[in-house]
């Protein structure tokens, strides 16, 4: 089981630009999390995605959208890029909604976005 | 204020003490988390609880749900523990909520 793969794992952006990140959950998880995650920082909630909509939105602009993919792969766009988007970029998948609903978490290694 | 507290942030032990990092949630959870992170990424799970205790190897965590609060022990700590600890409690609506996380460096 390959768990949560990542895609890319660093790039580097100039403002202005737009950029995005790709998430595979792990083989038998429905629901995909991302997370920005600042120098420093504990992760922070940016979206929650089940059966290909948002379910839920943490406190990030309009500039950060999603998508999920039947197969239930996901992708987080970032628009518009600013200095302060410069963040390690999580994704975690868990069974929540379908399944066993156990609320187990795992994390894809991340992507390092820096934008200069 | 955030939903999940925890402390202390930073922690610096000799190899062999014994270590508590603790942490305070302030939503109604059906479930919480300890993870693990290593420098450069990486986050693992190293526990889920609901209740009680929970123990693997060296490491054991407790939750008191009707005091909102757990705590992550490490018995005999050596220096490959050192990593980033984070509490992550999973509220009732299916969210999560992370603290800021514990620093912990364990010196030879």
Redesign the interface.
Known sequence: DAGVTQSPTHLIKTRGQQVTLRCSPKSGHD?V?W?QQALG?????IF?YYEEEE??RGNFPDRFSGHQFPNYSSELNVNALLLGDSA?Y?C?SSP??GGSG??????G??S?LTVL | KNEVEQSPQNLTAQEGEFITINCSYSVGISALHWLQQHPGGGIVSLFMLSSGKKKHGRLIATINIQEKHSSLHITASHPRDSAVYICAALNTGNQFYFGTGTSLTVIP
């Open positions: 629901t999390s997370y920082q504990g992760p922070q909630f929650q379910r839920q390690l999580l975690a929540l909604f156990t609320g187990e978490l795992f994390f290694e991340g390092r």
